[in-house]
């Protein structure tokens, strides 16, 4: 019997090291699809010796600051021009690890039913950081609504449209906000996370969208320091399975894709 209980003990103390065995990665996404995406490769990972914990957030700054600040190993929710001016702004140094799906930008409403309806004076409603903000001026000069000073200025802001024959009114809004603005506004240009959260399709809902080609990939982001360190690399690894492809080619419809 006390052979029995010696083994059982044993036992358990090995389960146990292999549990504390496995390394803990933190990584920051917005819920959807980032924190849907992680969540899939989450067993993957436990596999191979990483505890992958997923902390949501709603807002494109503290997973950032977060991460810079070694509260968190790394983030997944964002671009590279959202990225490289963010480090800019804040004097910060993070990094892209891979790139895994684009979200194709869109522009919503439920007063018309085409762009070319908007009406003289129309009240537009844009994010109101950097990159996301040129994104929705870049969407709006490709189809035809506005003229940029520099059309290539992914960083545009209202003050650089050159013609604005319409004269829409823009209000710079934080992104999140955006979905609930549609009912006080006659357009709103939404990132496809915060669209499919407000249970829009980007496919079938959005008057103008980006196409597939769009250059805005959504990366997962670290630091210098731990770019390379083995759980990152194998999450990097998880992130561009072909399960993950599978994964959002089938539940997104298209509002998502893959980009690997």
């Known amino acids: ?12 103390a090995l389960t146990a090291g292999f549990a504390q065995a496995n390394e803990k990665l ?13 969540e899939l490769v989450k ?19 503290q997973p950032n600051v977060q991460v810079a600040e070694k509260r968190l190993d790394a983030n997944y929710f964002q671009t590279l021009p959202y990225l490289e001016n963010f480090n800019k702004g804040k004097g910060t140094n993070l990094v892209t690890v891979i790139g895994v799906h ?22 537009v409603a844009i994010p109101n950081e950097g990159s996301n903000s040129g994104r929705a001026l870049l969407l709006l000069q490709k189809n035809g609504v506005i003229t940029l000073k520099d059309p290539t200025n992914a960083l545009s802001t209202p003050k650089d ?29 939404i990132n496809t996370n915060y669209a499919l959260e407000a249970g829009l399709n980007p496919a079938s809902d959005a008057l103008i969208i980006e196409d597939a080609k769009s250059p805005y990939v959504n990366f997962l982001v670290a630091r210098p320091d731990n770019k ?33």
């Open 43 to 61: 067993p993957t990972l436990a596999k191979e010796g990483v505890d992958l914990q997923v902390k949501v957030f709603t807002d494109y700054v």
């Open 26 to 38: 933190v990584v920051a996404a917005t819920p959807v699809p980032h924190a849907e995406i992680l």
């Open 102 to 123: 684009v979200e194709p930008f869109g522009a919503y409403s439920k007063k018309i039913k085409k762009i070319e309806d908007l009406k003289d004076g129309a009240t």
């Open 161 to 189: 449209i050159a013609s604005n024959p319409k004269h829409l009114k823009f209000r710079e809004l934080e992104s999140a906000l955006l979905p609930r603005m549609l009912d006080q506004v006659d357009l709103a240009l």
């Open 228 to 260: 390379d360190s083995d759980a990152i690399q194998k999450l990097a690894k998880a992130l561009t399975s072909p399960e993950v492809k599978a994964f959002i080619e089938k539940k997104y419809g298209g509002a998502v894709v893959p980009a690997f």
């Open 1 to 12: 019997m006390k052979k029995v209980l010696l083994f059982t003990a044993l036992a358990a």
